[in-house]
């Protein structure tokens, strides 16, 4: 077997709604295991072999239930189990058939990115050399599971981060990495607030520099009478006596003074020669060393943020406990056994590391790693408490006493902080600072979270849910509305007419279009942006007040939606394009794409469904979602019977378009007065301007904002290039559009028929469309022209020269084998020849390849008089 294609999933997509982080594999069985028997014995090898554990696995449930498997099942749950043996707990595949032979798609679930692609890889790696030699070996396996796991620690976020991560998860709130500097995103558009790791974007830049320089913190505290222990800076050998005689003689601390991690720090130092050693290793993290008195007692970090105390934590210096028969080396052999303790930040806590420390604390107790201790003795193996160095933390959230919960919430905001770790040494918190001579020494920007959240011992304290408490005070809104637009055809005009509507409620709309992304009035950035990554570039815009979204069927398919949810999904028509590209083989495969847009709409949203479209009006089915159809017809029963329970539609109704609210009808405006219906002539533009106005209708916006939207949006080369430009050119118009499937031909023929002159077609389409749709176009444009010229693309995609024309000249002559038509393969040529000889009053039609160039063309002859102006 091996693997064809492999894609990544972020949003929701095809497979699932709900779960957006998947895999998606194009597998070829390659004849191998096409036979039942042959995958339940690969299957048995396999787990008395390489993966017992996939025995417990509901892969290993359904064998022992007696059900079928096939071999892409295998697959799938061995990367499944992959994952899950390299701690990435997940649970969810699936399979289907292509309609190529043995071709399959074998979709899993990741954690992370990198992890999952590369556990399907292993997967089918592990398969195949079982089917070959019978064997997938030991170290093989092995190095599978450490380079997931390394893919995993190198993906996963902090412990802090995470934790901030979940209360939004939780509250529903969602999140973007931006990929630098570790920062999140926290809400989208306007409403966004950013995070890295414990700084928020409220976080004040003085505040951290002021409490990253500890003597200047300590100066502030003094002044402001809080208890800090008495210090000074020195940066020199020269100076210390001095300094030992000024902070009251020994014992001191001796400390970097930007230092953090209690790197360089030297605790209860009580000889010149070790002030010497002290400064040393303090110099060697910062030029100045802080030379302070010492203040025996406990170490305890208490967490303040937005000014109230949140957690207390008591930390408890990396040691170890005799039983009586152990030595000091064994014992913390055995204390780094426990699976809380891992490597740096990456777990609750942290491996105990031997240094020089260590053995200088060791000998002050009179121990060396050989001493066997008395049963519940504790020996301590570093100085300082933090959990980096292998302590460990003791909630004591409610032990604090009050004097102390008002000391520390003040000297957050003396500070400037909206979250500060406060480091208070005293032998007794349950007492007044003033009563155990405890100090404060120092305050944290940015600390970490991972003691409170995860405590040795104590209760764990949900300190993040005071961080989003603040972030989004008074359940300020994180989320922008999205309006999401898909369909065959009329994306575009109508996500630009959408965009139009929103624009007139004085709001920043943020709209990405296959012409490119816009904020406001301003283009930034251009190119066919119909995808995920263009969504998320409006998403994290943050002037950005409302997102409407073209989403195209590329992007769903190649990675899913670019947001979570949406709140309102249109879905404008399904109609044959593009089968037969990506496992879309039927206009069922493709109208099952489309409806993701529909099901993603939120419970409170609504989604927005044309009635006059089977494939897109049996969406209402299962969505989550209220449903509002948009139809030409006022009588259409779908529209009859939801309005007849309440239900919203919007349709075209004695020349009008109307909301129908219930039994209420309420115009909008009369098609005639809507510029892009082009005096009401253009059928499909009626459709358009519905679906776009009952999107901003279920939104509240007004029915006269909608008016005025619709009478002033221009269906101009400027707003709308390439989607029904007609030009006047004088004698004759030109109608200029970029219609390339049969649906987009038939809704040009609509307009066509109303005009009384000769009618030319200038005609083509892109060559990666199958063959009979341009037989089809062909057919169609001779019922729809008088006379025609064809043209082919620049970029044939991979055609020959003339291959597409003579396909079309096949489909005209179907239909009419006396019909008039010319060859000019080039598109300009084409155009300029029939620009040349229009007869008055004629109306001549190009699809052009290149609208930019087209509408040039097209312009150079336009006298200036005529030209549209815009709004
Ligand atoms: P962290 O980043 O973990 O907060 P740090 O490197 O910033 O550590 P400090 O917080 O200044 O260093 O000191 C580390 C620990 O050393 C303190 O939590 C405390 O236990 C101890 N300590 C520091 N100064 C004193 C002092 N003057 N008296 C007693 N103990 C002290
Ligand atoms: P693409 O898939 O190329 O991005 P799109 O869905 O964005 O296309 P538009 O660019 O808005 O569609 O329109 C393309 C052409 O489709 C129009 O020029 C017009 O000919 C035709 N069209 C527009 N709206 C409709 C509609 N509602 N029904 C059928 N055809 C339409
Ligand atoms: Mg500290
Ligand atoms: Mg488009």
Redesign the pocket.
């Known amino acids: 077997m091996k693997i064809l294609k492999i894609q990544t999933l972020r949003g929701p997509n095809r497979w699932s709604i709900d779960r957006h982080k998947l895999v998606v594999i194009r597998l070829d069985l390659e004849d191998a295991l096409v036979y039942r028997e042959d995958v339940l014995e690969l299957y048995d090898n396999i787990c008395a072999d390489v993966l017992p554990s996939l025995k417990d696995s509901a892969l290993g449930r359904s064998v022992a239930e007696g059900e079928n498997i096939v071999a892409a099942e295998l697959v799938q749950h061995i990367a499944l189990e992959l994952q899950r043996l390299a701690g990435m707990p997940v649970e969810y595949s699936n399979h289907r058939p292509t309609v190529e032979r043995n071709v399959f798609l074998v979709v899993l679930e990741y954690v992370h990115e990198l992890a999952g692609r590369y556990a399907a890889r292993a997967a089918v790696r592990l398969c195949q050399s079982m089917i070959e030699d019978g064997v997938y070996p030991d170290e093989e396996l092995k190095q599978d599971l450490v380079d997931l796991t390394d893919l995993r620690l190198d993906a996963q976020l902090g412990p802090s981060t995470e934790s901030i991560v979940a209360e939004a998860r939780a509250r529903n709130i969602p999140y973007i990495e931006l990929g630098t500097r570790a920062m999140l995103q926290l809400g989208f558009g306007v409403h966004q607030k950013r995070i890295q790791a414990t700084l928020s974007n409220r976080s004040s830049l003085l505040g951290v520099e002021l409490a990253c320089d500890k003597e200047g913190t300590k100066r502030i505290l003094r002044d402001s009478g809080v208890p800090v222990p008495r210090g000074t800076v020195i940066s020199s050998i020269k100076y210390l006596d001095d300094a030992i005689a000024d902070v009251g003689g020994f014992p001191i601390v001796v400390k970097p003074l930007n230092g953090n991690h209690g790197r360089g720090i030297s605790i209860d130092v009580r000889t010149y020669i070790a002030a010497e050693d002290a400064f040393d290793l303090a110099q060697e993290v910062s030029n100045e060393v802080i030379i302070e008195r010492y203040h025996p007692g406990r170490d305890h970090r208490v967490l303040v943020v937005n000014s109230k105390l949140v957690a207390v934590s008591e930390r408890v210096p990396a040691h170890v406990i005799g039983d009586g028969k152990a030595t000091i080396a064994e014992l913390i052999e055995i204390t780094n056994q426990d699976s809380r303790r891992g490597e740096g930040h990456d777990n609750v806590l942290t491996k105990i590391e031997l240094n020089s420390t260590s053995y200088d604390v060791l000998q002050r107790q009179g121990y060396d790693l050989d001493t066997i201790p008395k049963a519940g003795q504790t020996c301590y193996l570093r100085a300082t408490a933090n959990l980096s160095t292998g302590g460990i933390a003791v909630d004591r959230t409610d032990d604090i006493h009050p004097e102390n919960v008002w000391l520390a919430q003040r000297v957050a905001q003396i500070v400037g902080l909206d979250i500060a770790g406060i480091d208070i040494v005293t032998s007794d918190i349950t007492q007044p600072l003033r009563a155990t001579d405890g100090v404060i020494v120092e305050v944290n920007a940015a600390p970490g979270f991972r003691m409170h959240t995860s405590p040795s011992i104590g209760i764990p304290r949900n300190v993040a849910e005071p961080v989003i408490d603040m972030l989004f005070a008074n359940g300020a809104p994180a989320r922008i509305p999205i309006i999401s637009i898909t ?8 996500t630009r007419l959408t965009a139009h509507i929103f624009k007139q409620t004085q709001q920043t709309v943020g709209y990405t ?2 012409d490119g992304i816009y904020v406001g009035d301003w283009l930034v950035e251009k190119g066919d942006t ?1 995808g995920p990554y263009s969504a998320q570039v409006i998403l994290r815009d943050p002037t950005v007040e409302v997102a409407v979204l ?1 989403t ?1 069927r590329g992007g769903i398919l190649r990675s899913g939606l670019g947001f979570d949810g949406c709140d309102v999904g249109m879905v ?2 399904v109609q044959a394009d593009h089968l037969g590209i990506g496992d879309i083989e039927t206009v069922e495969d493709l109208a099952d794409l489309k409806s993701v847009v529909a099901k993603a709409v939120v419970p409170s949203g609504y989604a927005v469904l044309n009635a006059d479209d089977p494939l897109v009006s049996a969406m209402a089915k299962d969505l989550r979602a209220q449903v509002a159809y948009f139809s030409m017809d006022p009588e259409n029963p779908i529209v009859k019977e939801h309005t007849e329970q309440g239900g919203l539609a919007a349709v075209y109704e004695n020349g009008y378009l109307s909301i129908l609210k219930g039994d209420w009808t309420l115009r909008i405006e009369q098609a005639v007065n809507v510029p892009i219906t082009l005096g009401g002539r253009t059928p ?2 009626i ?2 301007a519905l679906a776009a106005s009952l999107a901003a209708f279920v939104q509240g916006v007004q029915i006269e904002v909608i008016r005025d939207a619709l009478n002033s949006f221009v269906a101009s080369a400027k707003q709308t290039p ?3 430009n007609l030009f006047n050119l004088g004698r004759f118009h030109v109608l200029l ?4 499937n049969p ?2 031909y038939k ?2 023929a609509d307009f066509i028929n109303t005009w009384n002159g000769d009618r030319i077609g200038v005609i083509g389409a892109p060559g990666d469309r199958r063959d009979e749709d341009f037989v089809e176009l062909g057919k169609l444009s001779a019922e729809m022209f008088d006379r025609i010229l064809i043209k082919e693309d620049n970029d044939r995609r991979g055609r020959n020269e003339g291959e597409v024309a003579a396909l079309f000249e096949q489909g005209i002559k179907e239909t009419n084998p006396k019909f008039t038509y010319e060859v000019t393969l080039d598109e300009v040529e084409a155009l300029n020849s029939a620009l040349d000889r229009a007869a008055d009053g004629s109306l001549i039609v190009i699809f052009p390849e290149k609208v930019e160039r087209a509408i040039e063309i097209i312009e150079s002859r336009q006298p200036p008089e005529l030209r549209q102006s815009d709004e």
């Open positions: 369909g065959t055809n009329g994306k575009t005009t109508t279009t296959t119909t073209e195209a404008l028509n499909f533009m459709q358009n390439g989607r029904m559009d970029y219609a390339h649906a987009g809704a040009i």
